[in-house]
C-alpha cells in the first residue's frame, strides 16, 4: 500500500511562494500508471483539484489556479512536489497529496496523505 | 465546469438505519465517472467508490453507489457507528475533476 507524507511551512507571507513536498514510501513515482496529485480543502470552499504528475506524460492543472501553480517530481528522492505562487489569504487551506488513478480519462484519487494546514497571513 | 450538487446538507440517523446520499450534476457525467469519499474529523478523505459502483479496495459491501448522467446515489445499508462522517462526491469525466459539498451524516 502507497503511503504519502507532506511537508512544508505552515505560514506563508501575503505574494510570496508556497512550496510543499510530498515523500511516497511504498511504490515508485516512475513506475505504474498513477497521477500523482495535489488538493487543497478550504474551510468554507470545500475540496478543490489543484493538479497532478503522471511520469513520462504531461502535467496537468486546474484553470482556476491562473498558472500560479508548478508541480514537479523528483524520482530519485520518491517526492512529488508543489510550489503555489502569489499566495494570498484566500489560498489559506489544507493540502493534500494523493495519488490518481484512472481508467481512460479524468483521475480519481486515494489513498491520500493525512494533509497540512498552511495559512497565508503576514 | 461541471458543478456537483450534494443533498442532504445533514443527514440525521441511527446506528442500523439505512442512508441515501444524492450527487447531481450540473451537467452529464459521461461515462458514470464519479467517486465518493468518506471524510472524519482531522482526517484525509477516503476513497469509498469510483467508477460510481465500484467499491474501493477494503470497502465493505454495506457501502454502495449507484446512478448515471447526472443523478447518482451512495447508499449505506445497515450505519455502523465508525460511518458516521461527512460524504463527498467527485467527477472525473470531464476537466477540471471537481467536488461537491459533502453531506454530513449524524447520529440521532
Known amino acids: 500500500q502507497v503511503h504519502l507524507q507532506e511537508s512544508g511551512p505552515g505560514l506563508v507571507k501575503p505574494s510570496q511562494t508556497l512550496s510543499l513536498t510530498c515523500t511516497v514510501s511504498g511504490g515508485s513515482i516512475s513506475g505504474g500508471s498513477y497521477f500523482w496529485s495535489w488538493i487543497r480543502q478550504h474551510p468554507e470552499k470545500g475540496l478543490e483539484w489543484i493538479g497532478y504528475i503522471f511520469y513520462g506524460g504531461g502535467i496537468y492543472y486546474n484553470p482556476s489556479l491562473k498558472s500560479r501553480a508548478t508541480i514537479s517530481a523528483d524520482t530519485s528522492k520518491y517526492q512529488f512536489s508543489l510550489k503555489l505562487s502569489s499566495v494570498t489569504a484566500a489560498d489559506t487551506a489544507v493540502y493534500y497529496c494523493a495519488v490518481g488513478s484512472t481508467e481512460t480519462t479524468g483521475v480519481w484519487f486515494g489513498p491520500w496523505g493525512q494533509g497540512t494546514q498552511v495559512t497565508v497571513s503576514s | ?108
Open chain 2, 1 to 108: 465546469e461541471i458543478v456537483l450538487r450534494q443533498s442532504p446538507g445533514t443527514l440525521s440517523l441511527s446506528p442500523g438505519e439505512r442512508a441515501t446520499l444524492s450527487c447531481r450534476a450540473s451537467q452529464r457525467v459521461s461515462s458514470r465517472y464519479l467517486a465518493w469519499y468518506q471524510q472524519k474529523p482531522g482526517q484525509a478523505p477516503k476513497l469509498l467508490v469510483y467508477g460510481a459502483s465500484s467499491r474501493a479496495t477494503g470497502i465493505p459491501d454495506r457501502f454502495s453507489g449507484g446512478g448515471s448522467g447526472t443523478d447518482f446515489t451512495l447508499t449505506i445499508s445497515r450505519l455502523e457507528p465508525e460511518d458516521f462522517a461527512v460524504y463527498y462526491c467527485q467527477q472525473y469525466g470531464t476537466s477540471p475533476e471537481t467536488f461537491g459539498p459533502g453531506t454530513k451524516v449524524e447520529i440521532k
